[in-house]
Protein backbone atom coordinates (compact mmCIF):
# COMPACT_ATOMS: atom_id res chain seq x y z
CA UNK A 1 0.00 0.00 0.00
CA UNK A 2 1.23 3.73 -0.71
CA UNK A 3 2.27 5.07 2.47
CA UNK A 4 2.85 8.64 1.25
CA UNK A 5 0.83 10.81 -0.74
CA UNK A 6 1.75 14.25 -2.72
CA UNK A 7 -0.85 17.00 -3.40
CA UNK A 8 -0.71 20.34 -4.58
CA UNK A 9 1.19 20.30 -7.65
CA UNK A 10 -0.11 22.24 -10.83
CA UNK A 11 0.80 24.71 -13.47
CA UNK A 12 2.14 28.15 -12.20
CA UNK A 13 3.47 31.04 -13.63
CA UNK A 14 7.32 33.01 -12.42
CA UNK A 15 7.07 34.42 -9.29
CA UNK A 16 4.12 32.48 -7.91
CA UNK A 17 4.03 30.16 -4.83
CA UNK A 18 2.49 26.01 -4.41
CA UNK A 19 2.08 24.83 -1.58
CA UNK A 20 2.48 20.98 -1.67
CA UNK A 21 1.44 18.33 0.80
CA UNK A 22 2.51 14.64 1.73
CA UNK A 23 -0.44 12.65 3.96
CA UNK A 24 1.13 9.88 6.01
CA UNK A 25 -0.60 6.85 6.74
CA UNK A 26 1.37 5.86 9.87
CA UNK A 27 1.66 8.17 13.17
CA UNK A 28 5.06 7.17 13.77
CA UNK A 29 6.41 8.90 10.80
CA UNK A 30 6.70 11.75 13.19
CA UNK A 31 10.37 10.10 14.45
CA UNK A 32 11.36 10.00 11.11
CA UNK A 33 13.27 12.02 8.75
CA UNK A 34 11.25 13.65 6.40
CA UNK A 35 12.50 15.33 2.86
CA UNK A 36 11.46 16.32 -0.38
CA UNK A 37 13.02 15.76 -3.76
CA UNK A 38 12.35 16.28 -7.33
CA UNK A 39 13.67 15.23 -10.63
CA UNK A 40 13.34 16.58 -13.94
CA UNK A 41 13.77 14.46 -17.43
CA UNK A 42 17.07 13.41 -18.08
CA UNK A 43 18.81 14.98 -14.21
CA UNK A 44 18.75 12.88 -11.17
CA UNK A 45 16.33 12.65 -8.59
CA UNK A 46 17.91 15.40 -5.66
CA UNK A 47 16.77 16.00 -2.20
CA UNK A 48 15.73 19.61 -1.90
CA UNK A 49 14.60 19.91 1.85
CA UNK A 50 14.54 17.95 4.83
CA UNK A 51 13.43 18.36 8.35
CA UNK A 52 14.25 16.09 11.69
CA UNK A 53 11.79 14.86 13.86
CA UNK A 54 12.93 17.75 16.25
CA UNK A 55 11.86 20.56 13.54
CA UNK A 56 15.36 21.23 12.22
CA UNK A 57 15.55 21.67 8.46
CA UNK A 58 18.23 22.03 6.11
CA UNK A 59 17.98 22.98 2.19
CA UNK A 60 20.06 22.73 -1.06
CA UNK A 61 21.59 25.49 -2.35
CA UNK A 62 19.05 26.33 -5.62
CA UNK A 63 15.89 26.14 -2.82
CA UNK A 64 17.45 28.35 -0.10
CA UNK A 65 15.31 31.26 0.96
CA UNK A 66 12.55 30.45 -1.67
CA UNK A 67 11.36 27.22 -0.38
CA UNK A 68 10.21 26.24 3.15
CA UNK A 69 9.45 22.61 4.40
CA UNK A 70 7.31 22.37 7.82
CA UNK A 71 5.56 19.50 9.31
CA UNK A 72 2.16 18.97 11.25
CA UNK A 73 2.62 15.90 13.42
CA UNK A 74 -1.12 15.91 14.40
CA UNK A 75 -2.30 15.86 11.10
CA UNK A 76 0.68 13.53 9.54
CA UNK A 77 1.67 16.18 6.82
CA UNK A 78 4.62 16.98 5.88
CA UNK A 79 4.74 20.65 3.48
CA UNK A 80 6.84 22.24 1.22
CA UNK A 81 5.86 26.21 1.06
CA UNK A 82 7.54 27.08 -2.92
CA UNK A 83 7.18 30.81 -3.16
CA UNK A 84 9.42 33.26 -6.06
CA UNK A 85 8.65 30.15 -8.57
CA UNK A 86 11.25 29.30 -11.39
CA UNK A 87 11.18 27.83 -14.69
CA UNK A 88 14.13 26.01 -12.85
CA UNK A 89 11.91 24.47 -10.38
CA UNK A 90 9.65 22.62 -13.23
CA UNK A 91 9.63 18.93 -12.22
CA UNK A 92 8.07 16.31 -10.09
CA UNK A 93 8.34 16.51 -6.29
CA UNK A 94 8.30 13.28 -4.05
CA UNK A 95 8.26 13.26 -0.50
CA UNK A 96 9.87 11.17 1.54
CA UNK A 97 11.13 9.20 5.11
CA UNK A 98 13.89 7.84 6.52
CA UNK A 99 13.80 5.47 9.64
CA UNK A 100 16.33 6.41 12.59
CA UNK A 101 16.40 2.23 12.11
CA UNK A 102 18.74 3.06 9.18
CA UNK A 103 20.04 6.79 10.06
CA UNK A 104 20.55 8.96 12.87
CA UNK A 105 21.38 12.02 10.88
CA UNK A 106 18.77 14.10 8.80
CA UNK A 107 19.95 16.69 6.22
CA UNK A 108 20.52 17.17 2.44
CA UNK A 109 23.53 14.95 2.76
CA UNK A 110 21.63 12.39 4.23
CA UNK A 111 19.16 11.85 2.22
CA UNK A 112 21.32 12.27 -1.34
CA UNK A 113 22.11 8.94 -2.43
CA UNK A 114 20.58 5.76 -1.76
CA UNK A 115 19.10 4.24 1.64
CA UNK A 116 17.79 1.21 3.09
CA UNK A 117 14.64 1.30 4.12
CA UNK A 118 13.64 5.29 1.97
CA UNK A 119 9.25 5.17 1.93
CA UNK A 120 8.36 7.03 -1.36
CA UNK A 121 5.35 8.74 -2.21
CA UNK A 122 4.19 9.34 -5.55
CA UNK A 123 4.85 12.04 -6.51
CA UNK A 124 3.21 15.55 -7.70
CA UNK A 125 3.83 17.43 -10.63
CA UNK A 126 5.01 21.02 -10.53
CA UNK A 127 5.65 23.08 -13.97
CA UNK A 128 6.53 26.50 -13.99
CA UNK A 129 6.22 28.48 -17.06
CA UNK A 130 8.19 31.85 -18.09
Known amino acids: QVQLVESGGGSVQTGESLRLSCTSS????????MGWFRQSPGKEREAIAAIDSDGGTTYVDSVKGRFTISKDNDKDTLHLQMTTLKPDDTAMYYC????????????????????????WGQGTQVTVAS
Open 96 to 119: AADSPIFTMDCTIASMTGPREGRI
Open 26 to 33: SHTYTTYC
